[in-house]
């Protein structure tokens, strides 16, 4: 099946510095990726979607200047947390769709835990 | 909204017994439902799934039944193994064809199969 690698798996940051996390799509050109948080003993909550070469769609709730999503690439999507704070610290996952099911399905990467402290 | 709703875990079961995990959900019109697995360090990856009422998805011995009139899909296997050991989300989309649709996730339910 179609493979979505996110990397980093996890990583620890200082308050107030800003982390990047990426999705590629190993095997299939992604025209849409998903971004999903989830807290601690809390659904999988989706923040945004971007679609290749366009801005992201954030949900209602979701800083976008602090989320930035970037996907520049049919390959590669990469989320940005600006200025990280304790309370971002969660496991965010990303998905993506595109050629390898004609768009009728998305595949996930494995997620990234950031620890801020 | 849409909403899932799903079994608490975590859960601890023994090699061949029965699993039953638990999941409702609530939304507006005719919603596609999934099960999805995430086994340590993968990403999560569809299990089954079903796009109308009374349809069943199954897959590697897992079943769930698409219930509209108690707006279930509960998953459930007649003999666990260890190699079950994972999480499970159950999920609802509004489409079935959700590649360029949202999910809607439960919170998960940790599943551990001793020997």
């Known amino acids: 099946g179609a493979v979505v690698s996110q990397h980093p798996s996890w990583v620890i940051c200082k308050s107030g510095t800003s982390v990047k996390i990426e999705c590629r799509s190993l095997d299939f050109q992604a025209t849409t990726m998903f971004w999903y948080r989830q807290f601690p003993k809390q659904s999988l909550m989706l923040m945004a979607t971007?679609?290749?070469?366009?801005?992201?769609?954030?949900e209602q709730g979701v800083e976008k200047d602090k989320f930035l999503i970037n996907h520049a690439s049919l390959t590669l999507s990469t989320l940005t947390v600006t200025s990280a704070h304790p309370e971002d610290s969660s496991f965010y996952i990303c998905?993506?769709?595109?050629?390898?099911?004609?768009?009728?399905?998305?595949?996930f990467g494995q997620g990234t835990r950031l620890t801020v402290v | 909204g849409n909403s899932v709703t799903q079994m608490e875990g975590p859960v601890t079961l023994s090699e061949e017994a029965f699993l039953t995990i638990n999941c409702t959900y609530t939304a507006t019109g005719y919603p596609s439902l999934f099960w999805y697995v995430q086994y340590p360090g993968e990403g999560l990856q569809l299990l089954l799934k079903a796009t109308k009422a009374d349809d069943k998805g199954s897959n590697k011995g897992f079943e769930a039944t698409y219930r509209k009139e108690t707006t279930s899909f509960h998953l459930e296997k007649g003999s666990v193994q260890v190699s079950d050991s994972a999480v499970y989300f159950c999920a609802l989309s509004a489409s079935p064809n959700f590649g360029n649709e949202k999910l809607t996730f439960g919170t998960g339910t940790r599943l551990t199969i001793i020997p």
């Open positions: 971007s679609n290749e070469g366009s801005k992201a769609t954030y």
């Open positions: 998905s993506a769709s595109g050629t390898a099911t004609m768009n009728t399905e998305a595949f």
